[in-house]
């Protein structure tokens, strides 16, 4: 259970319902205030400005409470917040429009692409700029509707795919079976990198032996 903070624990058992609006309607605004590079820009959430947004973080809302209600009494479970203020549509909102926050998966600032506002083409190549890759979240070309940790770490070993030319096959069915027992194309770039100094390791192991 958070604390006051909301990024620290509460002094006693509990549990938070949390739900979020993943594909918001509601349009926020970010502009440069000089030409200055050192000062800060103004930035313009505009959260809950469209209908759509306030409809659904409310059947959440209202819905976390039912599921808060219902569960056994043995168990002796008490509403902290909203509280009794949130029982009408306006308390709701109000507590809504003072409580609510984002979520901090960012991504999408250099997206990828082939057409002329693409920061990166598919191979993550900065276009116009030789040699620089990006290889993160920003290349993302839309926002994903959940946590991005998984995306991105997919991102990365493709990214080591490609800086390193490494390319799967055209039937990853018919995939080839290296030496060394892994699927060429098919296997993670650090598993496979990690089989590789292995196999080094073991050869140059070998070589040093003493012969009988």
């Known amino acids: 259970m958070p604390g006051e903070k909301a990024w620290d624990l509460a002094d006693f058992s ?31 959430f505009n959260h809950l400005t469209e209908e759509e947004d ?64 693409a920061v990166v083409d598919p191979q993550l190549r900065v276009r116009g700029v030789d040699k620089l890759r990006v290889i993160d979240a920003s290349v993302m070309p839309t926002i994903a509707s959940g946590n991005i940790n998984p995306a991105v770490l997919m991102i990365g070993e493709k990214g080591a795919d490609l800086v390193k030319g490494r390319t799967p096959p055209a039937d990853a069915s018919m995939s080839r079976v290296t030496e060394n027992g892994t699927h060429d194309g098919l296997v993670p770039s650090r598993l496979r990198d990690m089989t590789s100094d292995i196999a080094t390791v073991v050869d140059a192991v070998r070589g040093s032996a003493p012969s009988s």
């Open 14 to 44: 509990g549990f938070r319902l949390g739900m979020y609006q993943c594909r918001a309607a509601s349009r926020g605004r970010v502009r440069i205030t000089s030409p200055d590079p050192r000062d800060s820009p103004s930035i313009v």
């Open 54 to 117: 306030v409809r659904v973080i409310m059947a959440g809302m209202k819905l976390a409470k039912k599921l808060g209600e219902a569960m056994p009494k043995e168990f002796d479970v008490k509403e902290i917040e909203p509280g009794g203020d949130a029982d009408t549509d306006d308390g709701l909102l109000d507590y809504i429009r003072s409580n609510a926050d984002t979520a901090f998966h960012f991504c999408g600032s250099a997206r990828m692409g082939t057409d002329d506002m």
